[in-house]
């Protein structure tokens, strides 16, 4: 039975998890490390009061984000009555689902118990148990809890986020998000709208007019492309500001004879005619070349309905395509709120242009010379991007119209950007072709997601998102993800996890399972000073048929810390979801910070302490997989006292290690004072030495000495 309770999430965001690489050289399209995994994600309280729709990209170990900012929606109709007594009003716009910049009055979010968007799993949500400690708290972004999200086994796909609101000319809108966790289906997520005359102008349940009519509606959505915040904070502007999104541009295809595709689409273009001197396409990494923002991103249409009567696929659509600058009066929702205001909204909706091509194709694609002009980059980058429907007519209550749309991400693999920083090098003709081929793989990922709706034996498209849809037939579904325990343990970590081999197949109602894999992650972020180094790893597949739910790894070296995560794989070999049951430094959002490494036995004498990192420093901290301030002091007999003082001898911190399995003790960097100490050298000293039976352990105390650099 669907369970389903809810949660009050303000915002909406989706970011790619770039997956691992085996970094060689060469490029392993097997395994590269932006292989355009998508999520939503859910920063709650952002730009409070109204609803964010971002899209994020994740450079999976570091942190790099690439976001399309979804405005939301812009509604707009012609002779407007408010009432069947009311005057005419010959134009009236508004806005649905918006992120920002709001009109008060002019949507309505609908909610139960206070809810703006619920999300739903089609599986239970995995626990997580990390030295002995359920993670039940995890989320995936500032405090918002998915590991509490509800579960409904009838939605057609892995996960379900949806909301709706009212707006102020009686027209609601639904947008429902579906997302799926098979490996060759991550790097779409489809989003539909349906937009129902209810005859309701506000919040409440209350139908204001139950005789609304509505004539010329047209209607946005907008976004605008910010490709990477990394990669953006490395490109500074003459004033010394951090240019994210300053150089992100955007084009449309679709108006072209031949097009056999509809994308907005968004890419890190040249700054240098503005910001900067030197190239910057791709924001190349100043030591290496490699280029840190190669995605593209973009919102394809896949299916626009005639009218409220009429289902079939109406191939004009969108109507028009429109930029305009961030903020300013380019953008539509700035205009609304008054008569001139929303006419100006509705003539620029309804006016059938199209974005103009910014450069030649041919040359684009071969990477030549002047393939991009200065004009163009100069007045086109930074700008909101919004595709037009219309126009319809809803002739009454009840009536409605449905936009299935698909949000995509292309880019070339981590593996071959490093390859290209090296060889040929930014700027180099070479370089460009290979950094533009991401835009043909956007638009493969867009195909892919047209195709999962053709059902192939009767020959038809049906664009249908119910269970048992022709997409939720073409889509294999995943085996569940499993809940995950591992623990430290002497000289090993032990790494535990559910058994899902007699799991039933959505599709088929028949057990495939087929065996499991254990990843483990060594390196506490991805670092830029040494990119080819893995930041995660397989180290466990079982043999067909074994349904062994542990494995010890015992290729790990006391001192360091390990994150884990554990996957099932079906007999197609389709693998779950990576990221579900997973915990990985920082400490913030979603990944959460709790590691395990190997222990040794506690020490039966008193001898020389080993204090790791030392010295400690930022880059000691990469390179130890230690968390950032933590030094720990490793040695130790099974109970002793450690303090530590100052080079002028006083003391600083004392630590009581408690009778024990382990043989170290974890040190923050602060006084018992609670103040945080600076750089210099600083001495340890270990007495009141016990073993496990409570005698004292001869030999003591027992001196080191440590530096800090800050």
Known sequence: MAVRSKLTLMTFALVLLCGPAVLSGQEDDTKPLWNNKLRWDVPAGHYSGSLLHDIEYAVYEEGSRTIISQWGIVLAARNFKECSSCDVVPYKASQALYKKQSVGDSYFPVSEEGDVFQKYWRDPFPDLWVLDVNLDNRNWNDGVLDRNDDFD????????????????????????????????????????????????????????????????????????????????????????????????????????????????????????????????????????????????????????????????????????????????????????????????????????????????????????????????????????????????????????????????????????????????????????????SGRDSLFAAVSKAKRAFYDAQAGIWDFSLEKGSVIDRNIKDPLPVPSVHYNSESGHVRISWQDVSQELDHDTGLPDWAGYRVYRRAAPQFDLNNPTVDVLEMIYESESGDTTTHYEDNDVTVGRNYWYMVTAFDQDGIESHRFLNRATPGGTGYETNQSAGPLMPPADTLQQVVIVPNPYHTHAVRLSELSLNELKFFNLPWACRVMIYSQTGDLLKTIEKEPGASNYVLWNQYTDAGQPVVSGLYIVVVDQAEDKHGQPLKGGPVMGKFVIIR
């Open 153 to 436: 086994e009838n939605i057609s796909a892995d996960q379900l986020v949806t909301g709706t609101a009212n707006s102020s000319i009686g027209l609601s809108v639904t947008q429902n998000a579906y997302i799926w966790t098979n490996p060759e289906f991550e790097d779409f997520i489809i989003v539909e709208y349906i937009l129902t005359n209810t005859g309701n102008y506000d919040a409440d349940a209350t139908i204001e007019n139950p005789d609304n009519q509505l004539h010329e509606v047209y209607f946005g959505l907008q976004s605008a492309s910010q490709v990477s915040s990394l990669g953006g904070q490395l490109v500074v502007s003459e004033n010394g500001g951090i240019m994210r999104g300053n150089d992100d541009w955007i084009d449309y295809y679709g108006d072209q004879p031949g097009d056999s595709l509809k994308v907005i689409y968004g890419w890190d273009g040249d700054a240098h005619m503005t910001f900067a001197s030197e190239f910057d396409e791709a924001d190349p990494l100043a030591f290496t070349g490699q280029p840190l923002s190669p995605q593209y991103i973009g919102r394809a249409l896949l299916y626009a309905q005639t009218s409220p009567t009429d289902l079939t696929n109406d191939t004009n659509q969108p109507v028009t395509t429109h930029f305009g600058h961030w903020g300013s009066e380019g953008n539509l929702i700035v205009r609304t709120g008054t008569v001139e205001g929303d006419g100006s909204v509705h003539g620029e909706l309804s006016s059938g242009t199209h974005i103009p091509e910014p450069f030649d194709p041919t040359a684009w694609a071969a990477g030549e010379e002047g393939a991009y002009s200065d004009a163009y980059a100069t007045d086109k980058h930074l700008k909101t991007a919004t595709l037009a429907f219309g126009p319809y007519e809803f002739t009454a209550v009840g009536q409605s119209v449905r936009i299935v749309t698909c949000l995509a991400v292309g880019s070339i693999s981590f593996a071959r950007a490093i390859q290209l920083g090296l060889n040929p090098g930014p700027g180099t003709a070479a370089y460009l072709q290979a950094i533009r």
